[in-house]
């Protein structure tokens, strides 16, 4: 293929300014680069990206931006928007392009457990991050993963070993505050045989002119382990965000996943689970709430590879003001995957007339024993509901209030960790107090 238009800010250039001394990672970015100068902007003309137009979206970004000394953590919202520190196992916070805090309870190291700067994890632990990395989620998928492989800098590497269990929440913030930049925040998770971990990536910014994000997250969850994993997007306005997870389990692994989208101008979610192994089993949940003009767009896929699995699904969003949303979800099962058992649900509720949402349920079955399912729907708040509580005294507003808390609570009450589902009871309550 004959290389693209140079684009501006992303060429060999940008690329030889972010050395590593890591060999591996030298070939893939260059790699990577090449494959994003040679592939097109995804096209709406195909399926996987018929609901998002990026056609007219201007690439000229910063590659990078600092993320400046420790010492910066003090100012503005930051640590604020992590948490209580205290309340973790670990803590790692990515400003813009760079790492510049990571924190790690000092027992856990003792025990094998490896948390930081997926760089610097690069250099020292190249024998778990080489084999992992970018294996899920190939540079050549797109043109915006070829550009994450080539750009990314920092991210987080999180490895467990075998028979450890972590018994508090790891977490890494990404923070971006600089205007005009990118950033590709990657998390590659390694869970060994019979471990348990729970992880949550948490990206933020105030609002910004223009921004982009380019996330990756890769799970290796081995044999008999227990995972779960948390993302909550939170960005800003003006900031386009294109994120990929994708999981590979194995034998009688349990995974559970949470998605959670609330910023962004334009978001594009794909979760993706592999259930490579048999007696696999995969929670994957999913909670969004758009307003004004923004534009979400989730994918999902319940990749069924191996016999006895199960996967669940459930997705649940809002809309309000003139913001758009589409779900697309597919169940894949493949011709050994007998006895799989899958459900697939996305409802959504919309509370403006101005206001649109897709729902788009697909079943693809190449095995004759299974049990699989899937159910959509979309529609404003029944008005039977709202007159029912009007005639017990309770207003009009605060009865649309309570409608949409039980709308999502089928959804918070499997949100296992506390202090998540507390934040995504206060976003919900900020978006329809107008102020999200």
């Keep these: 293929m004959e290389p693209a238009t140079k684009v501006q800010g992303f060429d060999e250039e940008a690329l030889s300014a972010l050395s590593s001394s890591t060999l591996f990672v030298e070939a893939l970015r260059k790699q990577a680069l090449e494959e994003f100068l040679a592939l097109p902007i995804p096209s709406q003309e195909t399926e996987e990206w018929r609901y998002t137009d990026l056609s007219d979206l201007d690439l000229s970004f910063a590659p990078f931006a600092p993320g400046g000394d420790a010492e910066s953590l003090n100012r503005g919202k930051i640590l604020q928007a992590a948490g209580v520190v205290g309340e973790r196992a670990g803590l790692q916070i990515q400003r813009n392009s760079e790492v510049v805090s990571t924190q790690l309870t000092e027992g856990l190291g003792a025990k094998g457990v490896i948390f930081g700067d997926l760089d610097r994890a690069a250099e020292e632990h190249p024998e778990l991050v080489e084999p992992h990395l970018h294996a899920l989620v190939p540079t050549s998928r797109t043109k915006f993963t070829a550009l994450h492989g080539a750009f990314r800098t920092g991210g987080t590497f999180l490895y467990v070993p075998p028979a450890v269990t972590v018994e508090l929440p790891l977490q890494t913030l990404t923070y971006l505050d600089a205007d005009g930049a990118a950033v590709f925040p990657h998390t590659l998770i390694v869970v ?186 979309v529609g404003p708040v029944e008005e039977e509901q709202v007159f029912y509580l009007q005639s017990r005294g309770i207003r009009r507003d605060e009865a649309e209030r309570l409608i949409v808390f039980g709308f999502f609570q089928e959804v918070l009450d499997r949100i296992t960790l506390e202090e998540v589902r507390d934040s995504v009871s206060h976003a919900i309550e900020q978006e329809l107090a107008g102020e999200g």
Aim: hydrophobic fraction near 40%; include cysteine.
């Design 192 to 377: 060994g045989q019979d471990a348990e971990v729970t992880f949550i990536d948490r990206y933020v910014s105030p609002a910004l002119s223009r921004a982009l994000s380019v996330g990756i997250t890769e799970i290796h969850a081995g044999a008999a382990s227990r995972v779960r994993y948390v993302s909550i997007q939170e960005w800003g306005d003006g900031v386009t965000h294109l994120g990929v997870q994708r999981a590979r389990t194995g034998r009688d692994t349990e995974l559970r996943t949470v998605a959670i989208g609330f910023g962004a101008s334009l978001a594009r979610a794909e979760a993706e689970t592999e259930l490579a192994e048999p007696g696999g089993f995969s929670e994957m949940l999913g909670v969004f709430f758009a307003d004004g003009t923004q534009h979400f767009d989730h994918r999902s896929l319940q990749d069924h590879v191996a016999p006895n699995c199960k996967s669940d699904l459930l997705y649940k969003g809002a809309l309000k003001g003139e913001s758009r949303a589409v779900y697309s979800g597919w169940v894949h099962v493949r011709p050994d995957a007998q006895k799989t058992d899958a459900m697939q649900t996305s409802r959504n509720i919309v509370l403006s007339d101005r206001a649109k949402a897709d729902a788009i349920p697909n079943l693809e079955i190449e095995a004759n024993d299974v049990r699989c399912g899937h159910a959509a729907s």
